[in-house]
Protein backbone atom coordinates (compact mmCIF):
# COMPACT_ATOMS: atom_id res chain seq x y z
CA UNK A 1 0.00 0.00 0.00
CA UNK A 2 1.38 3.34 -0.98
CA UNK A 3 1.66 5.85 1.45
CA UNK A 4 -0.36 8.31 -0.15
CA UNK A 5 -3.40 5.06 -0.37
CA UNK A 6 -2.49 4.49 3.45
CA UNK A 7 -3.19 8.39 4.56
CA UNK A 8 -6.56 7.55 2.96
CA UNK A 9 -7.49 4.69 4.34
CA UNK A 10 -7.15 6.34 7.73
CA UNK A 11 -9.42 8.77 6.66
CA UNK A 12 -11.47 6.42 5.28
CA UNK A 13 -11.29 3.13 7.65
CA UNK A 14 -11.43 5.42 10.77
CA UNK A 15 -12.94 8.70 10.63
CA UNK A 16 -15.43 8.24 7.52
CA UNK A 17 -16.16 12.38 7.45
CA UNK A 18 -14.17 12.96 4.27
CA UNK A 19 -14.69 11.09 0.78
CA UNK A 20 -11.74 11.86 -0.91
CA UNK A 21 -8.57 12.61 0.95
CA UNK A 22 -5.03 12.02 1.84
CA UNK A 23 -2.75 12.90 5.00
CA UNK A 24 0.02 15.46 3.69
CA UNK A 25 3.02 13.70 3.61
CA UNK A 26 5.78 16.64 5.08
CA UNK A 27 5.38 19.71 6.81
CA UNK A 28 3.75 22.43 5.25
CA UNK A 29 3.89 25.98 6.34
CA UNK A 30 -0.11 27.67 6.30
CA UNK A 31 -1.73 27.38 3.38
CA UNK A 32 -5.07 29.20 2.35
CA UNK A 33 -7.02 26.31 3.38
CA UNK A 34 -5.25 27.06 6.58
CA UNK A 35 -6.86 30.43 7.18
CA UNK A 36 -10.21 28.96 5.74
CA UNK A 37 -10.22 26.20 8.69
CA UNK A 38 -9.27 28.73 11.38
CA UNK A 39 -12.49 30.79 10.21
CA UNK A 40 -14.50 27.17 10.14
CA UNK A 41 -13.11 26.95 13.76
CA UNK A 42 -13.51 30.17 14.81
CA UNK A 43 -17.33 30.28 13.74
CA UNK A 44 -17.41 26.67 15.65
CA UNK A 45 -17.26 28.38 19.02
CA UNK A 46 -18.67 31.62 18.07
CA UNK A 47 -22.19 29.83 17.49
CA UNK A 48 -21.33 27.32 20.00
CA UNK A 49 -20.96 29.59 22.88
CA UNK A 50 -23.89 31.47 22.17
CA UNK A 51 -26.13 28.66 22.00
CA UNK A 52 -24.27 26.97 24.85
CA UNK A 53 -23.44 30.42 26.91
CA UNK A 54 -22.37 28.07 29.98
CA UNK A 55 -19.31 26.74 28.10
CA UNK A 56 -18.09 30.08 27.12
CA UNK A 57 -17.85 30.98 30.91
CA UNK A 58 -15.93 27.89 31.80
CA UNK A 59 -13.27 28.48 29.02
CA UNK A 60 -13.19 31.84 29.67
CA UNK A 61 -15.07 33.56 27.36
CA UNK A 62 -16.66 36.09 29.32
CA UNK A 63 -19.24 37.67 25.76
CA UNK A 64 -22.26 35.46 27.66
CA UNK A 65 -21.85 35.46 31.04
CA UNK A 66 -25.02 37.14 31.86
CA UNK A 67 -26.52 34.15 29.64
CA UNK A 68 -27.65 30.88 31.04
CA UNK A 69 -29.11 29.40 27.57
CA UNK A 70 -32.62 28.72 26.53
CA UNK A 71 -33.03 25.26 24.61
CA UNK A 72 -36.25 25.99 23.08
CA UNK A 73 -37.13 24.01 19.98
CA UNK A 74 -36.71 26.78 17.59
CA UNK A 75 -33.24 27.06 18.98
CA UNK A 76 -32.35 23.59 19.03
CA UNK A 77 -33.16 23.37 15.23
CA UNK A 78 -31.01 26.19 14.11
CA UNK A 79 -28.39 24.87 16.25
CA UNK A 80 -28.49 21.55 14.36
CA UNK A 81 -28.73 23.55 10.73
CA UNK A 82 -26.12 25.16 11.94
CA UNK A 83 -24.17 22.38 12.15
CA UNK A 84 -25.56 20.97 8.93
CA UNK A 85 -24.35 23.97 6.79
CA UNK A 86 -20.80 23.78 8.93
CA UNK A 87 -20.12 20.14 8.26
CA UNK A 88 -20.60 19.96 4.85
CA UNK A 89 -18.21 23.07 4.32
CA UNK A 90 -15.52 21.82 6.32
CA UNK A 91 -15.70 18.55 3.98
CA UNK A 92 -15.26 21.30 0.83
CA UNK A 93 -11.44 21.85 2.34
CA UNK A 94 -9.13 20.37 0.53
CA UNK A 95 -6.89 18.11 2.96
CA UNK A 96 -3.79 17.64 1.08
CA UNK A 97 -2.92 21.15 1.13
CA UNK A 98 -3.29 21.78 4.38
CA UNK A 99 0.01 21.88 7.05
CA UNK A 100 0.15 18.89 9.16
CA UNK A 101 -1.34 20.47 12.48
CA UNK A 102 -3.91 21.87 9.57
CA UNK A 103 -4.76 18.49 8.69
CA UNK A 104 -4.90 16.95 12.77
CA UNK A 105 -7.41 20.01 13.01
CA UNK A 106 -9.46 19.34 10.36
CA UNK A 107 -10.37 15.54 11.47
CA UNK A 108 -10.56 17.01 15.01
CA UNK A 109 -13.26 19.69 14.28
CA UNK A 110 -15.19 17.79 11.44
CA UNK A 111 -15.63 14.76 14.48
CA UNK A 112 -17.03 17.31 17.22
CA UNK A 113 -19.48 18.61 14.94
CA UNK A 114 -20.32 15.31 13.84
CA UNK A 115 -20.68 14.08 17.58
CA UNK A 116 -23.09 17.73 18.54
CA UNK A 117 -25.01 17.01 15.55
CA UNK A 118 -25.39 13.57 16.81
CA UNK A 119 -25.99 14.65 20.94
CA UNK A 120 -28.45 16.65 19.65
CA UNK A 121 -30.38 14.43 17.34
CA UNK A 122 -29.97 10.90 18.49
CA UNK A 123 -29.09 11.33 21.99
CA UNK A 124 -31.43 14.20 23.47
CA UNK A 125 -30.64 15.03 27.04
CA UNK A 126 -32.87 18.57 26.35
CA UNK A 127 -35.84 15.91 25.68
CA UNK A 128 -35.10 12.84 27.66
CA UNK A 129 -33.03 14.18 30.65
CA UNK A 130 -34.18 16.85 33.48
CA UNK A 131 -30.91 16.33 34.80
CA UNK A 132 -29.10 18.43 31.67
CA UNK A 133 -31.02 21.80 33.17
CA UNK A 134 -30.03 21.02 36.67
CA UNK A 135 -26.73 21.20 35.36
CA UNK A 136 -27.43 24.48 33.47
CA UNK A 137 -28.62 26.31 36.46
CA UNK A 138 -26.04 24.82 38.70
CA UNK A 139 -22.34 25.08 36.33
CA UNK A 140 -23.78 28.46 35.26
CA UNK A 141 -23.91 29.59 39.18
CA UNK A 142 -20.92 28.10 39.88
CA UNK A 143 -18.50 29.07 36.94
CA UNK A 144 -19.25 32.65 38.65
CA UNK A 145 -18.16 31.99 41.18
CA UNK A 146 -14.32 31.61 41.13
CA UNK A 147 -12.67 30.08 44.09
CA UNK A 148 -9.36 32.46 42.61
CA UNK A 149 -10.99 35.97 42.74
CA UNK A 150 -14.13 37.76 43.56
CA UNK A 151 -17.74 36.45 41.53
CA UNK A 152 -19.29 38.52 38.68
CA UNK A 153 -22.05 39.39 40.75
CA UNK A 154 -24.43 41.64 37.64
CA UNK A 155 -24.00 37.97 35.60
CA UNK A 156 -24.81 35.85 38.62
CA UNK A 157 -28.36 37.76 39.06
CA UNK A 158 -28.73 37.83 35.29
CA UNK A 159 -28.71 33.95 35.48
CA UNK A 160 -30.28 33.59 38.02
CA UNK A 161 -33.09 35.85 36.53
CA UNK A 162 -33.01 33.39 33.42
CA UNK A 163 -33.99 30.25 35.73
CA UNK A 164 -37.67 30.83 35.08
CA UNK A 165 -37.42 31.08 31.31
CA UNK A 166 -34.99 28.18 30.96
CA UNK A 167 -37.51 25.76 33.15
CA UNK A 168 -40.45 27.37 30.67
CA UNK A 169 -38.46 25.43 27.55
CA UNK A 170 -37.62 22.41 29.85
CA UNK A 171 -41.36 21.64 30.63
CA UNK A 172 -42.08 22.31 26.72
CA UNK A 173 -39.07 20.30 26.07
CA UNK A 174 -38.99 16.91 28.22
CA UNK A 175 -40.67 13.78 26.91
CA UNK A 176 -40.90 10.10 28.97
CA UNK A 177 -37.57 10.39 30.36
CA UNK A 178 -36.56 6.58 31.54
CA UNK A 179 -37.48 6.13 35.35
CA UNK A 180 -33.88 6.54 36.04
CA UNK A 181 -33.45 9.76 33.96
CA UNK A 182 -36.20 11.23 36.25
CA UNK A 183 -34.99 10.14 39.77
CA UNK A 184 -32.00 11.35 39.40
CA UNK A 185 -32.68 14.67 37.20
CA UNK A 186 -35.23 15.00 40.86
CA UNK A 187 -31.90 14.29 43.07
CA UNK A 188 -29.66 17.04 40.82
CA UNK A 189 -32.80 19.54 41.24
CA UNK A 190 -32.68 19.54 44.52
CA UNK A 191 -29.09 19.64 45.16
CA UNK A 192 -28.93 22.56 42.96
CA UNK A 193 -31.96 24.11 44.63
CA UNK A 194 -29.78 23.51 48.20
CA UNK A 195 -26.70 25.34 46.35
CA UNK A 196 -28.42 28.25 45.13
CA UNK A 197 -30.21 28.56 48.66
CA UNK A 198 -26.51 29.27 49.95
CA UNK A 199 -25.50 31.56 47.79
CA UNK A 200 -26.34 34.31 49.70
CA UNK A 201 -24.00 32.89 52.78
CA UNK A 202 -21.35 31.43 50.27
CA UNK A 203 -20.43 34.78 48.92
CA UNK A 204 -20.08 36.73 52.74
CA UNK A 205 -17.08 38.68 52.60
CA UNK A 206 -16.61 39.70 49.32
CA UNK A 207 -16.60 43.80 48.19
CA UNK A 208 -20.33 43.53 47.18
CA UNK A 209 -22.37 43.00 50.48
CA UNK A 210 -24.11 46.29 49.84
CA UNK A 211 -25.96 43.47 46.86
CA UNK A 212 -26.51 41.01 49.63
CA UNK A 213 -30.26 41.60 50.19
CA UNK A 214 -30.80 41.66 45.74
CA UNK A 215 -28.38 38.56 45.64
CA UNK A 216 -30.66 36.74 48.51
CA UNK A 217 -33.99 37.70 46.69
CA UNK A 218 -32.58 36.67 43.49
CA UNK A 219 -31.48 33.28 44.47
CA UNK A 220 -34.86 32.90 46.53
CA UNK A 221 -36.96 33.34 43.26
CA UNK A 222 -34.91 31.51 41.02
CA UNK A 223 -35.14 28.54 44.17
CA UNK A 224 -39.05 28.37 44.16
CA UNK A 225 -39.41 28.13 40.25
CA UNK A 226 -36.74 25.64 40.51
CA UNK A 227 -39.38 23.77 43.03
CA UNK A 228 -42.28 24.36 40.78
CA UNK A 229 -40.49 22.55 38.12
CA UNK A 230 -39.35 19.70 40.57
CA UNK A 231 -43.61 19.41 41.35
CA UNK A 232 -44.11 19.32 37.69
CA UNK A 233 -42.21 16.65 36.85
CA UNK A 234 -43.41 14.76 40.19
CA UNK A 235 -46.91 15.10 39.46
CA UNK A 236 -47.14 15.50 35.62
CA UNK A 237 -44.34 13.63 33.98
CA UNK A 238 -44.82 9.85 32.47
CA UNK A 239 -41.51 7.71 32.37
CA UNK A 240 -40.72 5.72 30.13
CA UNK A 241 -40.47 2.08 30.27
CA UNK A 242 -37.88 0.84 33.01
CA UNK A 243 -35.30 -0.41 30.46
CA UNK A 244 -35.49 3.12 28.53
CA UNK A 245 -31.97 4.40 29.94
CA UNK A 246 -30.26 2.13 27.40
CA UNK A 247 -28.42 3.66 24.56
CA UNK A 248 -28.11 0.61 22.27
CA UNK A 249 -24.98 -0.81 20.61
CA UNK A 250 -25.01 1.43 17.73
CA UNK A 251 -25.53 5.39 19.57
CA UNK A 252 -22.85 3.79 21.74
CA UNK A 253 -20.76 2.58 19.04
CA UNK A 254 -21.16 5.86 16.84
CA UNK A 255 -20.21 8.09 20.14
CA UNK A 256 -17.39 6.33 20.62
CA UNK A 257 -16.38 7.11 17.25
CA UNK A 258 -17.57 11.19 16.79
CA UNK A 259 -16.42 11.76 20.28
CA UNK A 260 -12.93 9.73 20.72
CA UNK A 261 -12.33 8.64 16.82
CA UNK A 262 -12.46 4.99 18.13
CA UNK A 263 -13.75 2.16 15.65
CA UNK A 264 -12.50 -0.52 17.55
CA UNK A 265 -15.72 -3.26 18.30
CA UNK A 266 -17.30 -2.74 21.59
CA UNK A 267 -17.17 -6.20 22.88
CA UNK A 268 -13.87 -6.36 21.71
CA UNK A 269 -13.18 -3.03 24.18
CA UNK A 270 -14.92 -5.06 26.84
CA UNK A 271 -13.15 -8.32 26.21
CA UNK A 272 -9.90 -6.09 26.92
CA UNK A 273 -10.99 -4.28 29.83
CA UNK A 274 -12.40 -7.80 31.60
CA UNK A 275 -8.87 -8.88 30.91
CA UNK A 276 -7.47 -6.06 32.19
CA UNK A 277 -9.86 -5.60 35.35
CA UNK A 278 -9.05 -9.75 36.34
CA UNK A 279 -5.13 -8.59 36.47
CA UNK A 280 -6.47 -5.72 38.81
CA UNK A 281 -7.98 -7.90 41.27
CA UNK A 282 -5.48 -10.23 40.84
CA UNK A 283 -2.71 -7.54 42.18
CA UNK A 284 -5.59 -6.20 44.78
CA UNK A 285 -5.01 -9.51 46.45
CA UNK A 286 -1.87 -9.77 46.34
CA UNK A 287 -1.37 -6.44 47.93
CA UNK A 288 -4.28 -7.35 50.57
CA UNK A 289 -1.85 -10.20 51.99
CA UNK A 290 1.04 -7.94 52.37
CA UNK A 291 -0.92 -5.32 53.94
CA UNK A 292 -2.55 -8.44 56.06
CA UNK A 293 1.29 -9.64 57.10
CA UNK A 294 2.88 -6.30 57.32
CA UNK A 295 -0.49 -4.79 60.00
CA UNK A 296 0.49 -8.42 62.15
CA UNK A 297 4.35 -7.56 61.92
CA UNK A 298 4.14 -3.56 62.86
CA UNK A 299 5.39 -2.21 65.55
CA UNK A 300 2.87 -0.12 67.98
CA UNK A 301 3.04 3.22 66.52
CA UNK A 302 2.90 6.51 68.77
CA UNK A 303 -0.23 8.91 67.75
CA UNK A 304 1.56 12.03 66.99
CA UNK A 305 0.49 14.17 63.51
CA UNK A 306 4.42 13.73 62.70
CA UNK A 307 4.23 9.90 62.89
CA UNK A 308 0.37 9.31 61.81
CA UNK A 309 1.18 11.56 58.62
CA UNK A 310 4.11 10.41 56.36
CA UNK A 311 4.56 13.73 55.07
CA UNK A 312 4.92 15.15 58.86
CA UNK A 313 3.87 18.44 60.12
CA UNK A 314 2.80 20.15 63.53
CA UNK A 315 -0.42 19.21 65.54
CA UNK A 316 -2.93 21.46 64.03
CA UNK A 317 -7.25 21.38 63.89
CA UNK A 318 -8.36 19.18 61.68
CA UNK A 319 -9.14 21.46 58.82
CA UNK A 320 -5.82 23.02 59.46
CA UNK A 321 -3.99 20.01 59.26
CA UNK A 322 -5.58 19.14 56.28
CA UNK A 323 -5.02 22.12 54.11
CA UNK A 324 -1.37 22.48 54.97
CA UNK A 325 -0.76 18.29 54.88
CA UNK A 326 -2.07 18.34 51.27
CA UNK A 327 -0.08 21.56 50.17
CA UNK A 328 2.70 19.96 51.41
CA UNK A 329 1.80 16.66 49.45
CA UNK A 330 1.34 18.78 46.06
CA UNK A 331 4.88 20.48 46.42
CA UNK A 332 5.94 16.58 47.12
CA UNK A 333 4.54 16.07 44.10
CA UNK A 334 5.68 18.70 41.73
CA UNK A 335 9.02 18.06 42.82
CA UNK A 336 8.73 14.57 41.90
CA UNK A 337 7.40 15.30 38.37
CA UNK A 338 9.98 18.04 37.92
CA UNK A 339 12.99 15.60 38.90
CA UNK A 340 12.00 13.36 36.24
CA UNK A 341 11.63 15.83 33.18
CA UNK A 342 8.38 15.22 31.67
CA UNK A 343 8.24 18.39 30.48
CA UNK A 344 9.99 21.68 30.71
CA UNK A 345 7.63 24.12 32.31
CA UNK A 346 6.60 22.28 35.23
CA UNK A 347 8.18 23.88 37.98
CA UNK A 348 7.31 27.50 36.82
CA UNK A 349 3.83 26.78 37.45
CA UNK A 350 2.71 27.80 40.63
CA UNK A 351 0.96 24.97 43.08
CA UNK A 352 -2.56 25.68 43.34
CA UNK A 353 -4.23 26.88 46.31
CA UNK A 354 -5.71 24.38 49.09
CA UNK A 355 -8.86 25.32 50.54
CA UNK A 356 -11.29 23.29 52.40
CA UNK A 357 -15.10 24.24 50.68
CA UNK A 358 -18.76 23.21 51.91
CA UNK A 359 -19.64 22.72 48.41
CA UNK A 360 -17.16 20.11 48.01
CA UNK A 361 -19.41 16.48 48.88
CA UNK A 362 -17.84 13.62 51.32
CA UNK A 363 -17.69 11.26 48.91
CA UNK A 364 -16.02 13.23 46.42
CA UNK A 365 -12.91 13.84 48.59
CA UNK A 366 -11.71 16.74 46.34
CA UNK A 367 -11.66 18.68 42.89
CA UNK A 368 -9.71 20.99 41.34
CA UNK A 369 -11.38 24.69 40.03
CA UNK A 370 -9.13 26.21 37.24
CA UNK A 371 -9.36 28.69 34.72
CA UNK A 372 -10.54 28.11 31.94
CA UNK A 373 -7.84 27.87 28.38
CA UNK A 374 -8.78 31.30 27.29
CA UNK A 375 -9.13 32.88 31.02
CA UNK A 376 -6.32 35.37 31.12
CA UNK A 377 -6.50 34.45 35.18
CA UNK A 378 -3.59 32.37 36.47
CA UNK A 379 -3.87 30.13 39.09
CA UNK A 380 -5.96 26.90 40.29
CA UNK A 381 -7.54 25.76 43.67
CA UNK A 382 -7.29 22.23 45.09
CA UNK A 383 -10.91 22.59 46.91
CA UNK A 384 -11.00 19.64 49.55
CA UNK A 385 -14.04 17.94 51.61
CA UNK A 386 -14.39 19.09 55.36
CA UNK A 387 -12.63 16.39 57.09
CA UNK A 388 -14.06 13.86 58.94
CA UNK A 389 -13.12 13.84 62.43
CA UNK A 390 -12.60 10.89 64.83
CA UNK A 391 -14.62 11.11 68.46
CA UNK A 392 -11.97 12.85 70.17
CA UNK A 393 -11.11 15.91 67.39
CA UNK A 394 -8.44 14.40 64.75
CA UNK A 395 -8.51 13.17 62.17
CA UNK A 396 -8.17 9.23 62.31
CA UNK A 397 -5.18 7.56 59.99
CA UNK A 398 -2.83 10.22 57.72
CA UNK A 399 -3.34 13.89 58.19
CA UNK A 400 -3.85 13.20 53.97
CA UNK A 401 -6.09 10.11 53.80
CA UNK A 402 -4.53 7.52 51.15
CA UNK A 403 -7.23 7.69 48.69
CA UNK A 404 -6.87 11.90 48.54
CA UNK A 405 -3.33 11.65 47.71
CA UNK A 406 -4.07 9.12 44.95
CA UNK A 407 -6.77 11.44 43.81
CA UNK A 408 -3.98 14.09 44.03
CA UNK A 409 -2.13 12.48 41.42
CA UNK A 410 -4.79 12.32 39.16
CA UNK A 411 -6.07 15.78 39.26
CA UNK A 412 -2.74 18.02 39.76
CA UNK A 413 0.27 16.32 39.58
CA UNK A 414 1.35 14.56 37.10
CA UNK A 415 -2.67 14.36 36.16
CA UNK A 416 -4.96 17.11 34.98
CA UNK A 417 -3.48 20.27 36.54
CA UNK A 418 -0.22 19.11 34.65
CA UNK A 419 -1.92 19.07 31.60
CA UNK A 420 -3.43 22.51 31.52
CA UNK A 421 -0.14 24.18 32.61
CA UNK A 422 2.23 22.54 30.22
CA UNK A 423 -0.69 23.50 27.88
CA UNK A 424 -0.63 26.45 28.34
CA UNK A 425 3.16 27.01 27.84
CA UNK A 426 3.30 25.92 24.64
CA UNK A 427 3.23 28.72 22.25
CA UNK A 428 1.41 28.76 18.70
CA UNK A 429 -1.17 25.94 19.66
CA UNK A 430 -4.67 26.91 17.65
CA UNK A 431 -7.27 27.82 19.67
CA UNK A 432 -9.57 24.61 18.60
CA UNK A 433 -6.39 22.64 20.28
CA UNK A 434 -6.50 24.69 23.43
CA UNK A 435 -11.03 24.53 23.56
CA UNK A 436 -11.18 20.94 22.01
CA UNK A 437 -10.95 18.29 24.40
CA UNK A 438 -10.70 14.59 24.48
CA UNK A 439 -12.18 13.22 28.09
CA UNK A 440 -10.34 9.89 27.13
CA UNK A 441 -7.23 11.86 26.96
CA UNK A 442 -7.55 14.31 29.65
CA UNK A 443 -9.16 11.23 31.63
CA UNK A 444 -7.00 8.87 30.81
CA UNK A 445 -3.70 10.26 30.80
CA UNK A 446 -4.68 10.92 34.71
CA UNK A 447 -5.31 7.50 35.34
CA UNK A 448 -2.01 6.77 33.23
CA UNK A 449 0.41 9.22 35.20
CA UNK A 450 -0.97 7.99 38.46
CA UNK A 451 -0.03 4.51 38.25
CA UNK A 452 3.04 5.11 36.45
CA UNK A 453 4.41 7.66 39.16
CA UNK A 454 3.95 4.47 41.50
CA UNK A 455 5.54 2.13 39.57
CA UNK A 456 8.40 4.57 39.66
CA UNK A 457 8.80 4.54 42.81
CA UNK A 458 7.06 7.27 44.42
CA UNK A 459 6.45 7.83 48.20
CA UNK A 460 8.75 4.71 48.19
CA UNK A 461 5.88 2.25 46.65
CA UNK A 462 3.86 2.43 49.71
CA UNK A 463 1.53 -0.33 49.98
CA UNK A 464 -1.67 1.56 51.62
CA UNK A 465 -1.49 4.23 49.04
CA UNK A 466 -0.82 1.95 46.03
CA UNK A 467 -3.40 -0.10 47.33
CA UNK A 468 -5.13 3.15 47.26
CA UNK A 469 -4.72 3.60 43.87
CA UNK A 470 -5.25 0.12 42.35
CA UNK A 471 -8.88 -0.23 43.94
CA UNK A 472 -9.98 2.97 42.50
CA UNK A 473 -8.51 1.95 38.63
CA UNK A 474 -10.40 -1.65 39.41
CA UNK A 475 -13.71 1.05 39.64
CA UNK A 476 -12.89 2.64 36.06
CA UNK A 477 -12.39 -0.88 34.87
CA UNK A 478 -15.37 -1.71 36.05
CA UNK A 479 -16.86 1.22 35.02
CA UNK A 480 -15.83 0.80 31.15
CA UNK A 481 -16.88 -3.16 31.33
CA UNK A 482 -20.55 -2.10 32.81
CA UNK A 483 -21.03 0.60 30.46
CA UNK A 484 -20.86 -1.48 27.37
CA UNK A 485 -23.25 -4.29 29.41
CA UNK A 486 -25.50 -2.18 30.24
CA UNK A 487 -26.20 -0.04 27.21
CA UNK A 488 -24.85 -2.38 24.53
CA UNK A 489 -26.47 -4.96 26.55
CA UNK A 490 -29.02 -6.18 28.92
CA UNK A 491 -27.28 -6.18 31.83
CA UNK A 492 -29.38 -5.39 34.70
CA UNK A 493 -28.70 -2.66 37.45
CA UNK A 494 -28.89 -4.92 40.28
CA UNK A 495 -26.46 -7.01 38.22
CA UNK A 496 -24.21 -4.13 37.36
CA UNK A 497 -24.39 -2.91 41.01
CA UNK A 498 -23.42 -6.30 42.47
CA UNK A 499 -20.60 -6.08 39.58
CA UNK A 500 -18.96 -3.11 41.54
CA UNK A 501 -19.62 -4.75 45.03
CA UNK A 502 -17.59 -7.81 43.89
CA UNK A 503 -15.21 -6.34 41.36
CA UNK A 504 -14.76 -2.98 42.85
CA UNK A 505 -15.05 -3.39 46.58
CA UNK A 506 -17.63 -1.15 46.93
CA UNK A 507 -20.25 -1.09 49.51
CA UNK A 508 -23.87 -1.71 48.49
CA UNK A 509 -25.09 1.98 48.65
CA UNK A 510 -21.88 3.37 47.00
CA UNK A 511 -22.29 0.42 44.19
CA UNK A 512 -25.61 1.24 43.01
CA UNK A 513 -24.43 4.74 42.80
CA UNK A 514 -22.22 3.73 40.69
CA UNK A 515 -23.99 1.61 38.31
CA UNK A 516 -26.73 4.42 38.18
CA UNK A 517 -24.39 6.83 37.15
CA UNK A 518 -23.05 4.33 34.39
CA UNK A 519 -26.62 3.95 33.07
CA UNK A 520 -27.27 7.79 33.05
CA UNK A 521 -23.59 8.33 31.31
CA UNK A 522 -22.15 6.10 29.27
CA UNK A 523 -19.08 8.37 28.88
CA UNK A 524 -17.88 7.75 32.29
CA UNK A 525 -15.99 4.69 30.57
CA UNK A 526 -13.41 7.43 29.12
CA UNK A 527 -11.14 6.91 31.92
CA UNK A 528 -10.51 3.68 31.56
CA UNK A 529 -10.78 3.52 28.14
CA UNK A 530 -8.15 6.35 27.35
CA UNK A 531 -5.59 5.11 30.02
CA UNK A 532 -5.81 1.30 27.54
CA UNK A 533 -5.25 3.70 24.14
CA UNK A 534 -2.38 5.25 25.73
CA UNK A 535 -0.57 2.15 27.41
CA UNK A 536 -0.40 0.71 24.18
CA UNK A 537 0.48 4.00 22.20
CA UNK A 538 3.73 3.97 24.79
CA UNK A 539 4.00 0.50 23.29
CA UNK A 540 4.49 1.24 20.20
CA UNK A 541 5.72 4.15 20.27
CA UNK A 542 8.97 2.64 22.22
CA UNK A 543 9.01 -0.23 19.89
CA UNK A 544 8.78 1.90 16.81
CA UNK A 545 12.21 3.07 18.40
CA UNK A 546 14.01 0.22 19.15
CA UNK A 547 13.93 1.46 23.02
CA UNK A 548 11.88 0.21 25.62
CA UNK A 549 13.35 3.08 28.07
CA UNK A 550 12.94 6.19 26.47
CA UNK A 551 9.92 7.01 28.86
CA UNK A 552 10.62 10.62 29.21
CA UNK A 553 10.65 10.73 25.43
CA UNK A 554 7.58 9.80 25.08
CA UNK A 555 6.01 11.81 27.79
CA UNK A 556 7.36 14.77 26.66
CA UNK A 557 6.05 14.11 23.12
CA UNK A 558 2.77 13.07 24.20
CA UNK A 559 2.27 16.28 26.40
CA UNK A 560 3.57 18.12 23.62
CA UNK A 561 0.26 17.15 21.18
CA UNK A 562 -2.53 18.32 23.42
CA UNK A 563 -5.52 16.41 23.97
CA UNK A 564 -6.48 15.12 20.84
CA UNK A 565 -8.34 12.12 20.54
CA UNK A 566 -5.82 9.38 20.88
CA UNK A 567 -6.43 7.97 17.34
CA UNK A 568 -4.80 11.92 15.74
CA UNK A 569 -2.23 11.41 18.91
CA UNK A 570 -0.94 8.70 17.20
CA UNK A 571 -0.90 10.56 13.99
CA UNK A 572 1.53 12.62 15.54
CA UNK A 573 3.80 10.57 17.32
CA UNK A 574 3.54 7.45 14.87
CA UNK A 575 4.44 6.57 11.12
CA UNK A 576 1.08 8.06 9.91
CA UNK A 577 -0.91 6.59 13.29
CA UNK A 578 -0.15 3.08 12.05
CA UNK A 579 -1.44 0.61 14.31
CA UNK A 580 -4.47 -0.54 16.29
CA UNK A 581 -5.39 2.03 19.36
CA UNK A 582 -6.16 -1.17 22.05
CA UNK A 583 -4.29 -4.43 21.65
CA UNK A 584 -6.26 -7.14 19.81
Not at 284 to 291: D, I, N, P, R, S
Not at 409 to 423: I, N, Q, S
Request: proline share 6%.
Amino acid sequence: MSSSSSGRWIVFTVLAFFPAACAPLTERNDSAEDRILEERAREYFDERFRFYPVEATVAGVHAYDGELGRFEVSQITSRVRQLRDLRQRLLGIDLAVLSWDGFVDALWLTSTVKAELFELEQIEPWRKSPGFYADVICRGVSSLLEPWGSPRVDALLSRLGQVPLLLQAAIGNLENPSPLALEEGLADLETCQETIADLPRGLEGFSHDARADEIERAARQAGEHIQGFISHLENDVTPAGPDSFRWGEEKLRLQLLYREMEETPLQTIRLIAERELSDTRDRVKELAVTLDRSSMTAEPSATSAEQQDPLGGEVMEPTEELVSATGKLLATLRQWVSEREMTESVSEAPIPAVKVSRFVPPHVLARLEAPGPLDPSSGAVFLLAPPKESPTGRIPGPAVPYELQALAMREVYPGKYFRLVTGRGQAGRSDLRRLLISRANREGWAHYAETTLLDEGYAGADPRLKMASLQHLALEQTRLVTAILLHAGDLSLSTATNMFVNEADLDPLTAEREARRVALDPNVMSASLGRLQIMKLRRDFLGARGDTTASREFHRAFLSSGELPLRLVRLLLLSRGEGQTLED
